[in-house]
């Protein structure tokens, strides 16, 4: 048994080493820089901006995309009404209804005359090549992956022989329309993001901007875009497609889209109101001071990953500046001793924290939770109010038959948090794609907006609460120096002595995985 072991390891090894043998990134395709589009203001989405704009002279304005049916439409709408340009870049692209539908809209764009660059992470999107690159022939469309494996024909040798630099991944997500709007925010693209899943919804946040942060949004996606570590398709390799492939894989997913125009969800997009209010200029906007804040695409090289490249220090000023009340919504949070320390420094000086999180009934990475709850007790020790999302109750505003969800933070059929939003002192908001996990603050690039405004302040941060109070568990410490879960389901005050809804082998799961030496990973 030792020595069929042993031979079945020597085998693995001999494959992986082979494997980064053979497998090297491409050097010698040709690569051309493009910019963003920066004249557009003669466009129907410029037209619509230039009223507001000139009413906020140097802000920026917030529209927030709580409704996860509202985010996908408002991206439909941005790629049925762009005339020049579309700069999309995402972490996850799925091949499902809400992936095929978009795509149907992009390449509408693209017939149109519109330039499209779609930048993708490799990893988080896993799309088959010969898709991508049926989707790269059209004339109008250029598609390119983010520090993408080598070896593509067999990509988990690939991802093994060359781990330390596949690891690191582009978690950035941003759609751009005509350099004049633009979406950022929690939110990939696939079913769970949008309420396509009956099974299974992220309760997310976007914000839809208009004004000079969209110019550093398109800033950035121009520093990624022509970055060392994005690699156009066709340059990694595979058949080219036929005009046949083409002409057959854009007319499945034509004739996909035409299929699904019956279907319930279509009919609750077609009743939304967010592409009328866009193409008339009415959509509300919070106006105030925008900044940018985001990891340089050089972060995805260990060789140069320092700490200027990263996103974290960057807020870690404004965080100092807090006064009096700190709300972190992060689902995937693991915060360290270092952040332990961080959070206990803003106590000790008089500021309210509080972090709501997954519990591990809700968290769709068991991992991520075993790396968490290890710092549960020290963050409560400190003072620090701990919240986890209650997967034991129908949350508020489920969507069901007949009756619609109205959005927030949280909340839908089986929910997961997903959204990751900071507000400090109900006048700062940052919203974005950054954990406060070590993947993100040390592996991953990140990317996310922060937005000075006391009105979206206030009502980002009454939501927060109102999500803590009705739909969440508040953790504690009883006299015994055991963890207590208090929450109400059903109407009900209820009280919990271990994790809440999560089975008994999910909670060893946990237990056992709180063992590896996992955490600079999750």
């Given at each position: 048994?030792?020595?069929?072991?042993?031979?079945?390891?020597?085998?693995?090894?001999?494959?992986?080493?082979?494997?980064?043998?053979?497998?090297?990134?491409?050097?010698?395709?040709?690569?051309?820089?493009?910019?963003?589009?920066?004249?557009?203001?003669?466009?129907?989405?410029?037209?619509?901006?230039?009223?507001?704009?000139?009413?906020?002279?140097?802000?920026?304005?917030?529209?927030?995309?709580?409704?996860?049916?509202?985010?996908?439409?408002?991206?439909?709408?941005?790629?049925?009404?762009?005339?020049?340009s579309l700069d999309i870049q995402y972490y996850i692209l799925h091949g499902d209804t809400t992936g095929r539908l978009l795509l149907d809209h992009i390449l509408r764009a693209a017939d149109r005359g519109v330039r499209v660059r779609l930048l993708l992470d490799d990893l988080g999107t896993a799309a088959k090549d010969e898709t991508l690159l049926a989707i790269a022939a059209?004339?109008?469309?250029?598609?390119?992956?983010?520090?993408?494996?080598?070896?593509?024909?067999?990509?988990?040798?690939?991802?093994?022989?060359?781990?330390?630099?596949?690891?690191?991944?582009?978690h950035n997500k941003s759609f751009t329309a005509d350099n004049q709007i633009t979406i950022l925010g929690g939110r990939n693209i696939g079913d769970e993001y949008f309420e396509a899943r009956s099974d299974l919804d992220f309760s997310d946040l976007d914000?839809?901007?208009?004004?000079?942060?969209?110019?550093?949004?398109?800033?950035?996606?121009?520093?990624?875009?022509?970055?060392?570590?994005?690699?156009?398709?066709?340059?990694?390799?595979?058949?080219?497609?036929?005009?046949?492939?083409?002409?057959?894989?854009?007319?499945?997913?034509?004739?996909?889209?035409?299929?699904?125009?019956?279907?319930?969800?279509?009919?609750?997009?077609?009743?939304?109101?967010?592409?009328?209010?866009?193409?008339?200029?009415?959509?509300?906007?919070?106006?105030?001071?925008?900044?940018?804040?985001?990891?340089?695409?050089?972060?995805?090289?260990?060789?140069?990953?320092?700490?200027?490249?990263?996103?974290?220090?960057?807020?870690?000023?404004?965080?100092?500046?807090?006064?009096?009340?700190?709300?972190?919504?992060?689902?995937?949070?693991?915060?360290?001793?270092?952040?332990?320390?961080?959070?206990?420094?803003?106590?000790?000086?008089?500021?309210?924290?509080?972090?709501?999180?997954?519990?591990?009934?809700?968290?769709?990475?068991?991992?991520?939770?075993?790396?968490?709850?290890?710092?549960?007790?020290?963050?409560?020790?400190?003072?620090?109010?701990?919240?986890?999302?209650?997967?034991?109750?129908?949350?508020?505003?489920?969507?069901?038959?007949?009756?619609?969800?109205?959005?927030?933070?949280?909340?839908?059929?089986?929910?997961?948090?997903?959204?990751?939003?900071?507000?400090?002192?109900?006048?700062?908001?940052?919203?974005?794609?950054?954990?406060?996990?070590?993947?993100?603050?040390?592996?991953?690039?990140?990317?996310?907006?922060?937005?000075?405004?006391?009105?979206?302040?206030?009502?980002?941060?009454?939501?927060?609460?109102?999500?803590?109070?009705?739909?969440?568990?508040?953790?504690?410490?009883?006299?015994?120096?055991?963890?207590?879960?208090?929450?109400?389901?059903?109407?009900?005050?209820?009280?919990?002595?271990?994790?809440?809804?999560?089975?008994?082998?999910?909670?060893?799961?946990?237990?056992?995985?709180?063992?590896?030496?996992?955490?600079?990973?999750?």
């Amino acid at each position: 048994m030792r020595d069929s072991l042993h031979s079945v390891i020597r085998y693995l090894l001999a494959l992986v080493l082979l494997a980064s043998g053979c497998a090297t990134l491409p050097t010698d395709y040709p690569r051309v820089d493009s910019r963003a589009l920066r004249e557009t203001a003669d466009t129907r989405l410029g037209r619509s901006v230039a009223p507001l704009a000139e009413s906020h002279p140097g802000k920026s304005g917030l529209h927030p995309l709580g409704r996860g049916l509202d985010a996908f439409l408002a991206r439909l709408a941005l790629a049925d009404t762009a005339d020049r340009s579309l700069d999309i870049q995402y972490y996850i692209l799925h091949g499902d209804t809400t992936g095929r539908l978009l795509l149907d809209h992009i390449l509408r764009a693209a017939d149109r005359g519109v330039r499209v660059r779609l930048l993708l992470d490799d990893l988080g999107t896993a799309a088959k090549d010969e898709t991508l690159l049926a989707i790269a022939a059209h004339r109008n469309v250029e598609v390119r992956l983010f520090n993408p494996v080598a070896l593509r024909s067999a990509r988990g040798l690939g991802i093994l022989a060359d781990f330390g630099r596949v690891n690191r991944r582009m978690h950035n997500k941003s759609f751009t329309a005509d350099n004049q709007i633009t979406i950022l925010g929690g939110r990939n693209i696939g079913d769970e993001y949008f309420e396509a899943r009956s099974d299974l919804d992220f309760s997310d946040l976007d914000v839809m901007a208009v004004g000079p942060v969209v110019d550093e949004v398109s800033s950035s996606f121009d520093l990624y875009w022509n970055s060392p570590a994005a690699f156009p398709i066709a340059a990694l390799g595979g058949a080219d497609p036929t005009g046949d492939d083409i002409f057959r894989w854009h007319d499945e997913l034509r004739a996909f889209a035409e299929s699904r125009q019956a279907s319930a969800y279509a009919e609750e997009i077609r009743q939304s109101k967010v592409a009328d209010y866009l193409a008339r200029g009415e959509l509300p906007f919070f106006w105030g001071t925008a900044k940018l804040v985001y990891d340089s695409p050089a972060k995805a090289d260990p060789a140069t990953a320092k700490m200027k490249l990263r996103l974290l220090p960057k807020l870690r000023p404004v965080f100092d500046e807090v006064e009096q009340e700190l709300l972190v919504v992060s689902p995937y949070f693991v915060p360290g001793k270092a952040g332990v320390s961080f959070f206990r420094a803003l106590r000790d000086r008089g500021v309210r924290v509080s972090i709501l999180t997954n519990s591990l009934a809700s968290s769709d990475v068991s991992a991520v939770h075993a790396g968490y709850a290890k710092y549960r007790k020290p963050l409560l020790q400190a003072g620090v109010g701990l919240y986890e999302v209650n997967a034991g109750t129908e949350p508020r505003g489920k969507r069901a038959a007949g009756k619609k969800q109205t959005g927030g933070v949280a909340g839908s059929s089986r929910a997961s948090l997903h959204a990751k939003v900071f507000v400090l002192d109900r006048r700062k908001v940052f919203v974005g794609s950054l954990n406060l996990d070590p993947r993100s603050v040390d592996i991953n690039t990140e990317i996310g907006i922060l937005f000075d405004n006391p009105e979206l302040g206030r009502l980002v941060a009454e939501r927060i609460e109102e999500t803590m109070r009705e739909d969440c568990y508040r953790l504690s410490i009883d006299d015994d120096g055991n963890l207590t879960w208090t929450g109400r389901e059903a109407g009900q005050d209820v009280s919990y002595g271990s994790e809440p809804h999560a089975g008994v082998w999910r909670r060893f799961g946990v237990w056992f995985l709180s063992f590896l030496p996992l955490e600079s990973q999750l």
